[in-house]
């Protein structure tokens, strides 16, 4: 077997092609070969949440998946939720409003899994949203402002009321 | 419309949630050499030989150095600043590279090479010959007789032993009728855990090294690369990007002067050091485990008649922040709760453990446990409500330190416990709680901390600022005080729009990451000192830009500076209050006068000789399943005397992360070590056992903003103090829950389980 291997996929909305290494992981390709800064290595070995980045709609630690294995697969990170002009998604200015960031390292992994949660268009109980969310470490927040900016974010989408 | 005391989303937020921010990984050039590091796989040993011939052999790889290589001088770690008297200065006991090991993970060569790949193999592949030597994991035990000797210079491996002598201990005990409450309280070693592992990258440029590195304290770690490779320390330039949260483990030279070194020893081309996760539990630093033993006697009115306090820290393989630690927790015990006769005795030992420096709290997350423990059991002994118990015994307003100069101006405790108590509902819950049966049973409990402000008169502290008027009336600001994730710039910036008279802190341009050769000397973020003593240099410094300012516009508006403000960004009358010119006026002119041509700058330097104390206290609730001995904390809040907030949504966020950490230490976190031989058990974030999300409730942080006199923005500490007396609060509503005392951390099923059996309540059928 080849050392190298050609990879098509889409990045971001765009579709691209990269000889990548097999045994390179998604994480090396997104970070090195595309420059996607926002996946960041706490682990790499898929404990800390990261890299997530969304793959075909559903999160993935990108460290421990292998950059072969997205052939044909449509990655979205952080990067693809800014708007051409730089406007920030719903998700993203809830993070800022409720001050859900502080050394940031955590926060691009978080919100990419808060964007799978909120595609579902369900509505989760704090319980819920807890152990979906269980899959990220943060040290700084005590997670409490990243699942407040969740939940509201969840309650405007489905045009609710929040309970808080 | 004064600029604090209000939540302003973070200067550096947009940037965080696109994911823009750099990081130093992000920074690397991209011909980066790779260094990985091999790690002793002994406790204790001597490195007879290294056999690098099959390493040297795996293409890519470059160089293969070891500690037969390195300069052959020993540096120190510890993030404090230099002290001019040579009997102050840290202890210099490590080489970049050491023959002798002193645990496992001791750093004993490095693999340079072109690809991460090559380098990591390189490392596999290298032979090493050991001279094993027996080892000792238990600072008491590294005492005895006989122990294996870590250090030379440290008979009995004792690092260091301070004690104090208050008033007489052994004559007040014999007064008849004292009730006597003793116990032996223990805290594990934890570590850090911020999610960004410490990494750097060092190249050469000019003869002068560059490194850039993941850490709170660029201004000393380039005195310590200096040191450490024996070059003059304006050779080294240090360069802070943001990081990815420190709490205490990257305010220590970590691998800067090795990646520094090994930069010179391939001709100055840049190389790379990024700690794996597994390193970073094992091979930077952790918290101290400490083991306290306390007595305390009781009058038949409940007051403290006598207490002693002895505690010994398990240090580690290396001094790093040293008995600095096991100080401040030793000497909390006096002023916690005053009494006039009192005994205390740290002493940190050697141990062939991690070496352990500073983390969040420094030493007081240990000392309240053990503090907080022994007050609700002499409480339960006279048969008090634990709140009450401390009301009477713990630090009255006015309450002086000699020794800090602190002053306790209010009555800061019993208005946080006050407050706690009325949050959480205490006083009606303790009751519900005073008469349960069956499985499941709730507690409620709460403990206290005092913490000091920066590290005033131990250490120097000092802060430089330097602010620049920019053409747009703009002010660019460079502080040393380093942004870590706290927020820190933020309120700098409010605190310097505020005492410009700007109309916004947006107006002021903070130039976050430091770079010694360029940002006025700070000493970094630790001590929880930062908003304190950048708050004398901020004010300093943007006074002295004003001034210059308003003698400027004297020239162009014939008003006198004394008759001149600034207010929202505008020079004002003040007579009238009528508005003479806008400051981007101001400055174009300036810049631009073919007469007087001036850039409007400034920079002060400000020695603070002065500390203050900071407060508050924890109040947990627990459910405790006795059948499956798990302890889950269903309320918690935290309140705060932490002087007046710049900031209250930051200040909010910082404590919920601190009361984070202290669930964390509390419950579940612990790093293990295998007795039998040393290696560390459960050096990953699976097994380590960091909260997550679902481990913790709603956390609940409220404040009592009692202006700090001393400080100009009436600020004190608030960065640790929210880690402090969180695990204590959840040990003493687990002994409400269920009566019964578990005097050693964590409060995980294993112990609970033990502990249980040991009580009767649970039988093992």
Known sequence: MSQYKLVHCNINGRDVEKMVDVRASLTDMLRNDFRLLSVKKGCEVGECGACNVLIDGEAFNACIYLAVWAEGKHIRTLEGLTGPNGELSDIQQAFLDETAVQCGFCTPGFIMTAVEILETGKLYTDDELRKLLSGHLCRCTGYENILRAVKKTMYRRLGKQIDF | MSKLGISEPRIDGYDKVTGRTKYYEDRVPPDALYVRIKHAERAHAIVRAIDSTKAEAIPGVVKVLSCFDVPDWPFPTAGHPWSMDPGHQDVADRQLLNRHVRYWGDDIAVVIAETELAAVQGVRALEVEYEEMPFVLDAQKAMEPGAPQIHERFPSNILKHTSYRKGDYQSAIQTPGLVKVEGWYETPTVQHCHIENHGCF???????????????????????????????????????????????????????????????????????????????????????????????????????????????????????????????????????????????????????????????????????????????????????????????????????DSFSGNTNYYDSYRECMAKG?????????????????????????????????????????????????????????????????????????????????????????????????????????????????????????????????????????????????????????????????????????????????????????????????????????????????????????????????????????????????????????????????????????????????????????????????????????????????????????????????????????????????????????
């Open chain 2, 202 to 400: 060092a190249y050469m440029e000019n003869g002068r090294i560059t490194v850039v590195s993941s850490t709170q304290i660029p201004h000393i770690v380039r005195r310590i690369v200096g040191q450490a490779l024996g070059r003059p320390w304006a050779d080294i330039q240090i360069i802070k990007p943001y990081i990815g949260g420190g709490f205490g483990n990257k305010q220590d030279a970590l691998y800067e002067p090795l990646c520094a070194w090994c930069c010179t020893q391939v001709g100055g081309r840049p190389v790379r050091i990024d700690c794996a996760r597994e390193e970073t539990f094992v091979s930077n630093r952790v918290r101290h485990a400490i083991r306290f033993h306390i007595v305390t006697w009781l009058r038949p009115n409940a007051t403290i008649a006598a207490r002693k306090v002895e505690l010994w820290s398990n240090q580690g393989a290396y001094a790093s922040h040293g008995h600095s630690i096991a100080a401040k927790a030793v000497n909390s015990f006096p002023q916690h709760y005053p009494c006039d006769n009192m005994e205390g005795d740290a002493w940190t030992v050697y141990t062939n453990r991690p070496a352990a420096g500073a983390m969040r709290g420094y030493g007081m997350p240990q000392a309240s446990f053990a503090d907080e423990s022994n007050i609700d059991d002499c409480a339960a002994a006279m048969g008090m409500d634990p709140m009450e118990f401390r009301q009477l015994n713990i630090m009255p307003q006015g309450f002086h």
């Open chain 2, 421 to 765: 108590a009325a949050l959480i509902d205490y006083a009606r819950k303790r009751e519900e709680y005073s008469h349960q049966s069956g499985n499941l049973r709730r507690g409620i409990g709460v403990a206290t901390f005092w913490y000091n402000t920066a590290v005033y008169p131990i250490s120097l502290e000092t802060s430089s600022n330097r602010m620049l008027l920019n053409l747009d009336g703009t002010v660019t600001m460079q502080c040393g005080e380093t942004e870590i994730g706290q927020g820190a710039d933020t309120a700098f910036a409010q605190m310097a729009a505020e005492a410009l008279g700007l109309a916004s802190y947006r107006d002021v341009h903070v130039v976050s990451c430091q770079d010694t050769d360029i940002t006025p000397t700070g000493l970094g973020a630790y001590a929880s000192r930062q908003t304190y003593v950048a708050g004398f240099s901020i004010r300093q410094t943007a006074e002295l830009l004003k001034e210059k300012i308003l003698n400027y516009a004297q020239s162009l508006t014939r008003q006198s500076p004394a008759c001149m403000d600034i207010v929202d960004g505008v020079i004002v009358r003040k007579t009238d209050g009528s508005a003479l010119m806008g400051l981007q006026e101001l400055a174009m002119t300036a810049q631009y006068n073919p007469v007087h041509s001036e850039h409007l700058t400034a920079e002060s330097s400000y020695t603070i000789r002065n500390n203050a104390y900071s407060f508050g206290c924890s109040f947990a609730e627990v459910e405790v399943d006795l059948a499956l001995c798990k302890a889950q904390v269903i309320r918690m809040v935290n309140v705060h005397d932490c002087g007046s907030l710049i900031n209250p949504a930051l200040a909010e966020a910082q404590v919920h992360g601190g009361m984070s950490m202290a669930i964390g230490f509390g419950l579940s976190e612990q790093l293990l070590f295998d007795e039998k031989t040393g290696r560390p058990l459960n050096n990953n974030l699976l097994d380590y056992k960091l909260s997550t999300c679902m481990d913790h409730p709603n956390l609940e942080a409220s404040f009592i903003e009692n202006p700090e006199p001393s400080s100009p923005y009436g600020t004190k500490a608030l960065g640790e103090p929210p880690a402090c007396s969180g695990a204590p609060a959840i040990r003493n509503a687990i002994l409400q829950a269920t009566g019964v005392a578990i005097d050693q951390l964590p409060l995980n099923p294993h112990r609970l389980f033990a502990e249980f059996t040991k009580a009767g309540l649970i039988h093992d059928s």
